[in-house]
Structure formats: C-alpha cells, structure tokens
C-alpha cells in the first residue's frame, strides 16, 4: 500500500506524465522502449531487495522496526513508481527512490551508465536559514542572480518546499538534519544525473533577494553540462599535511582518512610531525573535505598528537561492540578486504590478522548458518602497531572544523575529538550515520553497482542519524581555506 506522502508524490507524476496530447501520444508510440525500461527498473530493485533482505543487518535487527517496514513499504511504493518509468533515468530515478527510503549514507548507488546532468547557470548554497546564491557560470545566454542573493522561491513555490516534497524523497530524506538541507540546496538548479528525480518539472522562473534587500524574478535557462559542473561542485580536499603558524598554534589538515597506498607514505610523515610537537597552545584539526574512510587512520592522528593513553581513553567504541549479519556478501566483502590488506600492510601486520580471524569467523558462521557474528573486542587505537608507544602528554587547546559532508570514520573521529576536556566546535553540522556501517556491494543487472551496511554497532555513544551541530557556524564558503583559518583563529 502506498503511504498518503508518496500517493501525492505518484499523482504529482502521473499529472506530470499526462500533460498534453503531444506526450501521450509519444508515449505510446514508444511503448515497447518503455516496456525495457520498466523491466530494468522492475528487475534492479528486486536485486536491491533481495540485497536487502539477506544481507542488511537491519532487515533482522529487532531494535529497529522501521527499517523492516520500509523494506517492504518502499519496495511496494518504488514498484508501483515504477508503473511511470519511461527512459533509463526514470528506472534509476525510481531505485534512488527506494534507496533514500533508508535514511542511510551506506546505503548506496553508482551507475556506470547516466545521462548528463543539466543545470540552469547557478548554484545555491545553505548559509544559516537562506539558499544562498554560491556561484554563477560565466556567459551564461540570460542574466543569472548575483553571487550572495538569496532564492526564495521558484514558480510560486517556496524553495524549502520544493526540497522537501519534489526532491528529498530522491535524494535524502533525512529532513531533520541540517547537512542535507545544505546537500539538496544544488539541487534545485542542477538536474543531477546521479540524483535524477522521476518526471522532474524543472523550475522556469525563481525570485531573488538582492544584498540590499530589492526582489528580482529571473527566468532561468536549463543547459546540459559540457564539463563546468564537476568542477564546481566537486568539494575540494586540502592536501593532509600540518601547518605551523607560529606561537604554538598548528593547523592539521585532517582530511584524508581514505589514503592510497603513496598517501600512506605522506601519513607517516604526518604522524611523525604531530608526535615531535611540544610546544602547542592551540592545535585546529581540520577535516573539510574528509568524507570517511578508515577509522584507524584518525585515530592514529589522535594518539601521535595526544599521547597512546590519553587518546585511547577518548575511544568511545571501546564501550560498544559491532555485530555482524553472517551472510555470502559479508564473506564476500571481508575476502576483499584481506587483498588490500595484505597489499597495502602486508602479512605480518597486526591488520592483517585481525581481517583473517574474521573472514574465518564468518566462514564458519556461514556454514553452521547463523544470522549473526560478533566482532571481536578491539579499539581501532590498538591496531596495526608499528611504532614504541607515544608517552606524550598534550597540555593545548583543541579545536574541531568540520563541514556537512563528515560522516562515517570523520564521525569516528569526531566522537574522539570532541571528548576531549574543553575542545570547541567550529564550521558546519556534520552529516550523520546510521548505526549500521561496513559496506559491501554487488552489481545489479543494469550494470549500477549497489552497496550496502553489513554489520551494526551496539551500544554507540552517538546516537543513530545523529550529527555534531559546531559552537560556532560559518557563514560564508566553508571551502575558502584562508577564510576559515582566519575566521577560527580570530577567536583565539
């Protein structure tokens, strides 16, 4: 049965798909190519279903009901969308969907195959409670909004709702976090191929707000991109490094917790910096552009800075514990994990033995068939060793920078950093997890590869969906390095 909110989201559609004669007709003239499309839609969220179901742990978590619910719920609605599917990005519009159902960052799609995204000159921003007007594309063939004017509404409708009822349900559906806000605010002027929104009305005309409060109407103009768009929505990732400014105060770029195996060579050196530090009054850690990865890697930032002792002492996961959903996926995923292990750390690496234990753990979990597999008691800080401990004692102020992308080991991270006695917020809300993590994936018969959580953290100090909202927000482009240093030194 389809829920009052997504039966308006399919009549808005349907009103959509059936506007004039000209595109009924089209329509069924093209009814065999619909039919495809349709069967691919039908075909890929059955994949995601059965993904679902036997290899989520929250299809089988009895602390959380409502994942179960959508589970079905959403697989019927997204079914009963896909009665509307008419071209490949309509079937991927409607498994992004299903997909965003599940109020989860880990819950995920890349498709090999999309079209190109469109957008309309310009780009907005979240700053405070306005969309704000963050970048105009030059010659551009109309006049577009000025950089810092505020859009607030587009074809007589309030941009916040458009967010909320046209494109949060494709997207992220986690309206109660101030991340996402920021994250759909670019979606009202870029129809993105990797988000697309099923039968999307684009917007042909928002009013604007200029700097000195006189309101514009301007009629936008929507252009398939030729190659601006990924430049300018790329978020930049500063280089990790750490930067002494003098005075006992140091910026540590904190940015990269993903590193390849040549960027594991610049974290050492990085390591060894922050351990020969003994002079600091301030130390910034700075994770813009960090969007998860390894959570070793920040904790190994933390016991180099702090000292082995006192950081270990900030490891919330050393109160909670991890279970895994036994299941083919999960062995599939962790015999993966122990290649890489074995080429980035090599055999006689403490990481490396703890991945084997457990892919033979869930092996052996398979074969006696059970649903779960607990992972055995380890802090991250007691991992892969390869140095005398740091004794150290760290006496300074720490402060946090974070933007709206940290999430997953940045959040990690995050929990420790801001553990520590007397240490200060700065930049913007974090982006939030679930309590399910670990991803694995498999590709689906589009050819999309589809990635989902397999195992659960019990007993987490942060709480589900939750983020870290900072003492002291930024209002102005958070990816401007020199005006985020600035800003954050000015307060000290």
Not at 176 to 201: E, F, G
Not at 216 to 241: K, T
Not at 256 to 270: D, R, T
Not at 394 to 415: E, N, R
Request: include cysteine; hydrophobic fraction near 40%.
């Amino acid at each position: 049965m389809i829920s009052i909110f997504d039966m308006n989201v399919f009549n808005r559609i349907l009103a959509v798909l059936l506007m004039g004669g000209g595109i009924v007709g089209a329509v069924f003239a093209e009814d065999s190519r619909k039919d495809e499309f349709v069967d691919l839609a039908l075909s890929d969220l059955s994949t995601v279903h059965q993904l679902i179901v036997s290899a989520h742990p929250g299809a089988i978590d009895q602390e959380n009901s409502n994942f179960s619910d959508w589970v079905e719920r959403g697989y019927s609605e997204a079914k009963q969308l896909s009665r509307l599917v008419g071209s490949r990005r309509d079937a991927q519009a409607v498994l992004g969907f299903y997909i965003s159902g599940f109020k989860d960052g880990h819950v995920g799609i890349y498709q090999s195959r999309k079209d190109r995204s469109s957008w309309a000159g310009f780009i907005l921003d979240k700053r405070g409670e306005d969309f704000v007007v963050s970048h105009v594309a030059k010659g551009w063939p109309v006049p577009l909004p000025p950089v810092d004017s505020r859009v607030i509404s587009c074809d007589g409708k309030a941009v916040s709702d458009i967010f909320g009822n046209e494109i949060s349900p494709y997207v992220d559906r986690r309206l109660d976090l101030k991340s996402t806000w920021s994250h759909l605010a670019r979606h009202l002027t870029v129809d993105d191929a990797d988000y697309p929104v099923l039968a999307r009305k684009r917007a042909n005309q928002c009013q604007v707000v200029l700097s000195s409060g006189v309101k514009q109407n301007h009629d936008l103009l929507w252009q398939e991109d030729r190659g601006q768009l990924a430049d300018v929505l790329r978020q930049p990732q500063p280089p990790q490094s750490v930067q002494n400014l003098g005075g006992g105060r140091y910026w540590v770029h904190a940015s990269n917790f993903a590193p390849s195996a040549a960027e594991n060579a610049s974290l050492e050196k990085m390591l060894d910096v922050l351990e020969s530090i003994d002079d600091a009054r301030l130390v910034v850690l700075d994770t813009r552009g960090n969007r998860g990865g390894n959570s070793l890697v920040g904790a190994r930032i933390l016991s180099a800075l702090l000292g082995d002792k006192f950081a270990k002492s900030l490891d919330g996961s050393s109160r909670s514990y991890a279970m895994w959903r036994v299941s083919p996926l999960a062995l599939s995923t962790l015999n993966n994990a122990l290649a890489s292990t074995e080429r980035d750390y090599g055999k006689s690496s403490e990481a490396y033995t703890f991945v084997s234990a457990l892919r033979e753990s869930m092996n052996a979990a398979l074969e006696a068939k059970r649903d779960w597999l607990r992972q055995p008691d380890t802090t991250s800080l007691d991992k892969d060793r390869s140095k005398d401990s740091n004794q150290k004692t760290f006496k300074g102020q720490l402060v946090l920078v974070t933007d709206s992308y940290c999430a997953s080991a940045c959040l990690d991270f995050a929990d420790a950093v801001l553990a520590v006695p007397g240490a200060t917020h700065f930049g913007l809300s974090t982006s939030a997890d679930t309590l399910y993590i670990d991803i694995g994936s498999q590709a689906l018969p589009s050819g999309a590869q589809f990635w989902l959580p397999l195992k659960v953290w019990r007993g987490r100090v942060r709480g589900n969906n939750q983020s870290y909202d900072p003492q002291y927000v930024f209002d102005g482009d958070i990816n401007d390095t020199s005006a985020v240093q600035k800003w954050v030194l000015g307060h000290f």
